[in-house]
C-alpha cells in the first residue's frame, strides 16, 4: 500500500535562508508525487508533481523537489525563504484505483521568521 | 473560469443530526472527489464521483455518502454524526483522462462542527 511520511510536523527558518521539507514514500508500483500547499483557512494548491518525466521538478513560487528512488524521498526545497511561504505543506502520493485518490501525509507547518 | 466552490464555509451540527456539504467543481471537470481534514491532520480521501456514480472510497462507513448532479456538481452527505466527524471537509475537482498525473483542484472547505 501507497503511503508518505513528513518528517517533522514544523520547520521554522529565518528569511532568506534555504526551505527543506522533507518528505518519504512508500509504494509498490512506481509513484506518481504532488506538494501541495495549505494556506490558513483555505483549501490546497499544487505546488509542483512528479510524473516520471525528470527527477528534478520545479514548482510555483520557487519551490522544486527532487526524486530519488534510492532513498525513497522527495523532499521540497526553496533557496530563499519569503514571508509568504508560511503555510502548512502537504506531500502526497496517488494511491491505488481512482484517480482522486490521493494519500497525503500529515503535513508540515512551516513559518518563517523576519 | 470559476473555481471549486464549496458550502456552507461554517456549520455547527449536534451528535446524531444528519449534515449535507455542497460542492460545485472547476468548469470543465466532470470528476469530483470528497476529503475529510481532522485538525492537525492531511487530508483523507472519502471517496470520488464520476458520471454521477461513485468510482473509488477510501476507508468510510456508509453513513458517509454523496451524489453528483448532471451539472458536475456534488453533495456529501454524513448521517448520524459523531464527535469524531468534526473537521474540514474539501471538495476537489479534475479533469477525467490525465490518469495518475492528473492534478486535483481543491476547493476552500467546509468545516463542521459537531457537539
Known amino acids: 500500500a501507497q503511503s508518505v511520511t513528513q518528517l517533522g510536523s514544523h520547520v521554522s527558518v529565518s528569511e532568506g535562508a534555504l526551505v527543506l521539507l522533507r518528505c518519504n514514500y512508500s509504494?509498490?508500483?512506481?509513484?506518481?508525487l504532488f506538494w501541495y500547499v495549505q494556506y490558513p483557512n483555505q483549501g490546497l494548491q499544487l505546488l509542483l508533481k512528479y510524473t516520471s518525466a525528470a527527477t528534478l521538478v520545479k514548482g510555483i513560487n520557487g519551490f522544486e523537489a527532487e526524486f530519488k528512488k534510492s532513498e525513497t524521498s522527495f523532499h521540497l526545497t526553496k533557496p530563499s525563504a519569503h514571508m509568504s511561504d508560511a503555510a502548512e505543506y502537504f506531500c502526497a502520493v496517488r494511491g491505488r484505483g481512482s484517480q482522486g485518490n490521493l494519500i497525503f501525509g500529515k503535513g508540515t507547518k512551516l513559518s518563517v521568521k523576519p | 473560469e470559476t473555481g471549486v466552490t464549496q458550502s456552507p464555509t461554517h456549520l455547527i451540527k449536534t451528535r446524531g443530526q444528519q449534515v449535507t456539504l455542497r460542492c460545485s467543481s472547476q468548469?470543465?471537470?466532470?470528476?469530483v472527489s470528497w476529503y475529510q481534514q481532522a485538525l492537525g491532520q492531511g487530508p483523507q480521501f472519502i471517496f470520488q464521483y464520476y458520471r454521477e456514480e461513485e468510482n473509488g472510497r477510501g476507508n468510510f462507513p456508509p453513513r458517509f455518502s454523496g451524489l453528483q448532479f448532471p451539472n458536475y456538481s456534488s453533495e456529501l452527505n454524513v448521517n448520524a454524526l459523531e464527535l469524531d466527524d468534526s473537521a474540514l471537509y474539501l471538495c476537489?475537482?479534475?479533469?477525467?483522462?490525465?490518469?495518475?498525473?492528473?492534478?486535483?483542484?481543491f476547493g476552500e472547505g467546509s468545516r463542521l462542527t459537531v457537539l
Open positions: 509504494s509498490s508500483v512506481p509513484p506518481y
Open positions: 476537489a475537482s479534475s479533469i477525467p483522462g490525465q490518469g495518475n498525473t492528473g492534478e486535483l483542484f
Open positions: 468548469s470543465g471537470h466532470n470528476t
